[in-house]
């Protein structure tokens, strides 16, 4: 049996700590390697200001760090249950009504800019790496498929709940390899 796991660098980072742990997501430079951290636990879920933050980091923060490597992973025991569909409807509802005049725009804002932040991790000349423990479902699944390398402890759950549906999500690209 495989006992080991990504083992996330302390709460006091040597190097530098950009982001606040009030955060839904924490990022910490130690000895040149980048932990994004999800940071709404007891689940981890993705809201809009989950979103908005990441937007920030991948736009801003993370280019200018220099790091190595990237490992992303949940606070708590989860990777992360996916979208907080409440909060995104919220935001994307307030995309669609911001856009309205503007009847070349299919889809709002907000889910691109999601997308990008995504595409983002897939982009990196440095590894990217999911460190996955727990559930890691919708669109936690989907950012781990955006990595370069997926890491799972023993037990962990995995998957797409919106295929029971029918449904698979843009952003999803199956032939990560």
């Known amino acids: 049996m495989l006992n080991c796991f990504v083992s996330?660098?302390?709460k006091k980072?040597?190097?530098?700590?950009?982001?606040s742990s009030r955060q839904?997501?924490?990022?910490?430079?130690?000895?040149?390697?980048?932990?994004?951290?999800?940071?709404?636990?007891?689940?981890n879920e993705m809201t809009a200001a989950f979103?908005?933050?990441l937007e920030l980091l991948v736009s801003k923060v993370i280019p200018r760090s220099n790091v190595k490597a990237i490992i992303i992973a949940g606070s708590g025991r989860h990777f992360s249950s996916g979208a907080d569909l409440d909060s995104l409807f919220k935001s994307i509802t307030?995309?669609?009504?911001?856009?309205?005049?503007?009847?070349?725009?299919?889809?709002?804002?907000?889910?691109?800019?999601?997308?990008?932040?995504?595409?983002?991790?897939?982009?990196?000349?440095?590894?990217?790496?999911a460190a996955i423990r727990g559930v890691c479902i919708g669109a936690g699944m989907e950012l781990a498929l955006f990595c370069h390398f997926r890491i799972c402890a023993e037990?962990?759950?995995?998957?797409?709940?919106?295929?029971?549906?029918?449904l698979i999500r843009a952003s999803v690209e199956f032939k990560t390899w």
Do not use: C, R
């Open 8 to 10: 996330l660098p302390s």
């Open 13 to 19: 980072p040597t190097e530098e700590k950009t982001m």
């Open 24 to 43: 839904p997501i924490i990022w910490k430079v130690e000895s040149g390697i980048g932990f994004l951290e999800f940071n709404n636990p007891p689940g």
């Open 51 to 53: 979103y908005d933050q």
């Open 94 to 129: 307030k995309d669609s009504y911001e856009n309205i005049s503007n009847p070349d725009t299919s889809h709002p804002d907000s889910l691109t800019s999601n997308l990008q932040a995504f595409h983002f991790f897939k982009q990196l000349d440095i590894p990217v790496i």
């Open 155 to 166: 037990g962990a759950v995995l998957g797409l709940p919106e295929t029971g549906y029918g």
